[in-house]
Nanobody, 123 residues
Framework: QVQLVESGGGLVQAGGSLRLSCAASGRYFSLYTMGWFRQAPGKEREFVAAISWSGDTTNYADSVKGRFTISRDNAKSTVNLQMNSLKSEDTAVYYC????????????????WGQGTQVTVSA
């Protein structure tokens, strides 16, 4: 079973950048689709980005396309989310998640979750 730990959150000004990382422990990391989700106060958890087990396929929410980039390193069992041109509406707790489903973009398709990391973007 894979366990996930996020890091890299923090406070940044609008227009700035942050890089989130998710370290996975356990076996078979390379078999999982990896995703990032976020949840803002009072809102439901929403999909941000996902990457296939090979790294060949990525998917993004429309709200982050062109600003965020997801990547993974199977040798290091890590997945990253580079966030550029941050906006105040990107403020949320960001979660790393793992799924055995192909092209998973819905939270119910993910069965392994990290504890989350806070990202706050000041206007």
């Amino acid at each position: 079973q894979v366990q996930l730990v996020e890091s890299g959150g923090g406070l940044v000004q609008a227009g700035g950048s942050l890089r989130l990382s998710c370290a996975a422990s356990g076996r078979y990391f390379s078999l999982y689709t990896m995703g990032w989700f976020r949840q803002a106060p009072g809102k439901e958890r929403e999909f941000v980005a996902a990457i296939s087990w090979s790294g060949d396929t990525t998917n993004y929410a429309d709200s982050v396309k062109g600003r965020f980039t997801i990547s993974r390193d199977n040798a290091k069992s890590t997945v990253n989310l580079q966030m550029n041109s941050l906006k105040s509406e990107d403020t949320a707790v960001y979660y790393c998640a793992a799924s055995r489903a192909v092209a998973a973009m819905r939270s119910y398709e993910y069965n392994l979750w990290g504890q989350g990391t806070q990202v706050t973007v000041s206007a």
